[in-house]
């Protein structure tokens, strides 16, 4: 294997996916070809439009997908159908476990670990005192608003101290307000922990706001059309969307995805009206 | 007391004031039912002498049986078909039909095989009761998140653990609705086959007193039984509404 260079955390090498066709349908190019170098403790952002494989991306990258062809390498080890050490990924959807507290949710992955207990109780409250969930310890997750679910989510994966750190659209169920003081509290996060960040997100403002890079993807099979570098200070917060230069990243995103948004809804009219 | 459960109990009341009222009154006649202040007597007179306590503790024990093989081997059964989506496809047209088949008329095929011992009564038990345990177990199964999985597999859990902590607690309120019903299918299966040919247990007394003429004893061998089911049955609401509480943090 090729010697990889220090500051790269994660990467993709002429990386695709490409799922069977189901029964006589053909197969689907889900992904790629990407390349991709993460950066170690850079927030990077992937945006494209809907189905363009943002969430399929994440899923190889962290190990949860086999790739069709293509190298992933995670600290310079090879990733494929298993989840590295080190590694944490918080999902879209709620998933919190509701038989549990919300204590006893963030210890689940060190409880299965072999982890002392003192050092979970330890990790456990930095991490809830952290979210800003100390009080709701002895709280089932159906008492919680989604936020706060999201919020024991993360909580779950920054115990295991994970170096990078993966969101599959995070926020997407929660309010415009409710995302911008989540995104804060994801920078702060970031800031702190000095893991590298991947987030999936289909709001460009959302991406704009939170990166030092975005990705822009096409449709279906996503593949990165740009990068952009935000330029934004390692201390910055939701205040930053003020910004001149924020609405200029915004543009520049929408300027380039506009149209593969076009092809994916036009995409999906074809199909439509081939099977209706 | 809830204002539901009042009304509930008020109503039950009613009602066995009101057979007491027209057993009393000669509305309905000493021959057909008996009061029911006579039928708990007459329960107390029995239990006292301890005249039932071999059919008590046979009828109960194989009731038990009946109720954990159908528990444990429909949840396993459920884990094995849900892993096998063909052998699932299969099964299901079988499954939706299961209950339309009188599997009672197997009962006298048992006999012939096994005798007249607990172990026809048993496979009867089962066979009624297991497959309410293996839906039960499929369909919370399929309600599992499948980010669960997901989870599952970013922990690197293996699949023992994966079924212990994830998927069998998620999938909770629907086995445990298949519990309830193994348990009511057990008693049902039970007692009926005792009744219809058995050496012995409660059935079997009921059957016998009714052959006798003896109401009394038939009353309160039914009351006996009714008041077991009642407790068994208002046990697993009890449990079923706390972990529902639970779940719902408090907030069903």
Redesign the interface.
Known sequence: MNAVPRDIHAQLSAVTRVFPGAGNQPPVDALGPIDLDLRKAEFFAVVGPSGCGKSTFLEVLAGLQRPTAGTVTFEGKPVSGEVAEGIGVVFQEDASFPWLTVWDNAAFGLRRSGVAEAEIRRRVDDALAFMGLKGFARAYPSQLSGGMRQRVCISRTLVLQPRLILLDEPFGALDAQTRLLMGDEVLRLWRSTGATVLLITHALDEAAMLADRVGAMSARPGRFIEIIDTGWPRERDSKIVAEPAFGEITGRLWDRLRGESLKALGHAGMTTTAAG | MTRVGLIRLAVIVAMIGALELACQTGLIRHQTIIPPSEMATSLYALLASGAINADIERTLGIIVIVIAVSIVLGFALGLVIHALPRLREALDPLFATYYAVPIFIFYPVLIAIFGLSPIPIVLIGVATAVVAMIIATLNGLDRV?R??T??A?????DAV?TAM??QL??A?PYLFTGVKLSVSYGFIAVIAAEFILSPAGLGRDIADAYSDFNNRRMYALILFLLIIATVVNTVLHVLDVRWAE??????T
């Open positions: 998140p980010v669960l997901k989870v597999r970013v922990h690197r859990l653990t902590t994830l607690p998620a909770a639970r779940r719902a943090g408090g907030r």
